[in-house]
Each structure stands twice: as C-alpha cells, then as structure tokens.
C-alpha cells in the first residue's frame, strides 16, 4: 500500500504543533503589569461598574470576532463561493464553507481555479518533500532507488499523486458531472451526529442546482486518480545482480512490479479513507480554533481585572 496512512501520521503531527503554537502564544509580563497598575483607584461601586461593562464589552468582542472569523474563512463566498480557511492555520481547506447560505454554484473554471490554488499552495511543497522524505527512509517502491535520483522521484511522485487525485474529485469530475465539491460544515447536532454527517459527504454530495447526489466525483474520482498513477509513473517490476562473496557468484534478484491491481485497489482505498478522516477534521475544526482563540484572550486578560 503506497503511503498507506503515514500521511496521516504526519497531518497529525503537523497539527499538534499548530495547535501548540496557538495555544500557547505567551502573554507579555510587562503589559499585563502595566494595566493593572495604570488603572485608576477609585470607589468600590466604580470598580464594579468597570468590571460589568468590561465584561459585556469581552462578551461583544467574542461574538464580533466569532463572525468576523467566519467572514475571513469565507471570503469571496459571495462571489467565488469558495474559502479562504486553513486547516490548523497551515493547510489550504478553501473548498470547506462554514454558515453559508444560498451559496452560488461554481462554474468549471472556479473549480479548477480552486482546486490548482490549494494544490500548488507553498505549504505543499515541503509537505511532499517530507513524505518523499519518509518513503526514502523506508525504501518504499525500491524500483526508485535510493540517493538524490531516488529521492527526486519520489517526491515528484508524491507531488502528483496528490495532485491529480485533487483535480480529479474536485474539478474534473465534478464539472463533468455538474457536482458541487465543496464541503457543507454542518456544526449542528452532537458529536456523534456531526462526524456521521461528515463521513456520509464521501458519498452523498450536492449537485450544481443544490440536490443531493451519490458523490460519483469521489468515489470514482479516486478510483481513476489511483488506476492513472501506479500504471503510468509508478515502478515496474525489475531484477537486481549483486555479487555474493560467500558463494563468489551473482545473485540475481526480481522485484515486483507496482503496476498491479492490487495494488492500484489498495492506493484506491487508501486515498478515500485518508479522505475520510480529512473530511471529519474539517467539520470540527472551526469549534476546535474558536476554542483555542477563546484560550488565548482568557489567558491574555490581566490578573487584576479578575478582581474588579
């Protein structure tokens, strides 16, 4: 199984330290020190008056921030019906809407101007470079080889398997078929009925005028990304010679092709349930960055406000 789900390993990975990141954003001492010195003695009934309406005035901002977030993630919805949101602040996710409603339908050029946005984003880059990295390590595909040409085509390989699986459920397919690839977030319900919701959009997407389809865009469309790619560029089966000293013969050794369909089933399976999880991320990551913003401006409030 090429890649299997290392590629997950490391989203996850990525994600942790973006998470942290944020998180843990440090609040400077001597701000914090300075307002609660600078602020003014006063009667007690003033001071209490100043802590309601510094409450009221926090509660306001959150709501604020909270739409004014969403604005952002979904800028240009009106006009391009597309996201400029990232997932854990890094990955693109501009095909993920968030509270829309009356979403226009993208037309074919939309969806591959989309589509060829999040896929030569510049986080992709060193992304690929690290799973090319990974699979030199592990000497996956040995057909490739190992040293600088190895590594090249190994991260030109993974370049474009993730590419054309990405234009091919997301563009090509859907403006064949007059899909919609854009993911709907529900953010209704409970835990558990949001992560159906979300696992059911593999196979259940909307059509251009708005009605619900079985998501042949998906299914299909990672099907003939995986068929495509381990039958063109992927390795073929060779044979190595190297000398064994003990026996002072040449032993010849064959390794199997890639170009199977086994294997093309297995990178088939693997891509629709690494889709799987992304998809599940992407429906609670809104609640998972409000709350980390939520954590940062509680730890961002001076000490002595809490007093007041």
């Known amino acids: 199984m090429r890649f299997a789900f290392r590629p997950f390993a490391v989203f996850l990975l990525t994600a942790f330290f973006a998470t942290s990141s944020v998180a843990q954003q440090p609040q400077s001492p001597d701000s914090a020190t300075s307002q609660t010195q600078s602020a003014p003695a006063g009667t007690a009934a003033q001071q209490k008056d100043a ?18 977030s969403t604005q952002k993630k979904n800028a240009g919805t009106s006009n391009a019906g597309t996201s400029n949101d990232r997932l854990f602040l890094a990955l693109p996710n501009f095909l993920t809407l968030e509270n829309s409603v009356n979403v226009p339908p993208l037309t074919t050029g939309q969806k591959f101007k989309v589509v060829a946005r999040g896929s030569f984003d510049k986080i992709q880059f ?4 690290l ?4 699979s030199q390590a592990e000497n ?3 057909g490739y080889g190992q040293g600088w040409e190895g590594y090249g085509k190994r991260y030109a390989s993974a370049f474009a398997d993730g590419t054309l699986e990405n234009f091919m459920t997301s563009a090509v397919l859907p403006s064949i078929l ?3 690839p854009r993911f709907y977030q529900s953010s209704e319900g409970s835990v558990t009925h949001r992560a159906g919701y979300a696992v059911s959009r593999i196979f259940i997407t909307r059509s251009d005028s708005g009605h619900k389809q079985f998501n042949y865009s998906e299914i299909f469309g990672s099907a003939l990304s995986a068929g495509i790619s381990t039958n ?5 089966g060779f044979v190595t010679a190297h000398f064994d000293p003990s026996t ?4 010849y050794q064959h390794q199997a092709s890639d170009r199977t369909l086994p294997n093309t089933l297995s990178v088939w399976g693997t891509q629709v349930g690494y889709d799987t999880i992304t998809i599940v991320i992407k429906e609670f990551w809104p609640d998972i960055h409000r709350k980390l913003v939520h954590k940062h401006q509680s730890q961002a409030v001076p000490a002595g406000n809490a007093n007041q």
């Not at 060193?126 to 470079?129: G, L, Q």
């Not at 799973?131 to 990974?134: K, Q, S």
Request: charged fraction near 15%; avoid cysteine; glycine fraction near 4%.
């Open 51 to 68: 802590g309601a309406n510094s409450s009221t005035s926090s509660s306001t901002q959150n709501k604020d921030d909270q739409a004014t």
């Open 126 to 129: 060193p992304w690929y470079a």
């Open 178 to 180: 007059h899909q919609d």
């Open 232 to 236: 063109t560029y992927h390795p073929r």
């Open 248 to 251: 002072n013969m040449v032993v």
């Open 131 to 134: 799973l090319a990295g990974i």
């Open 140 to 142: 996956s595909e040995p």
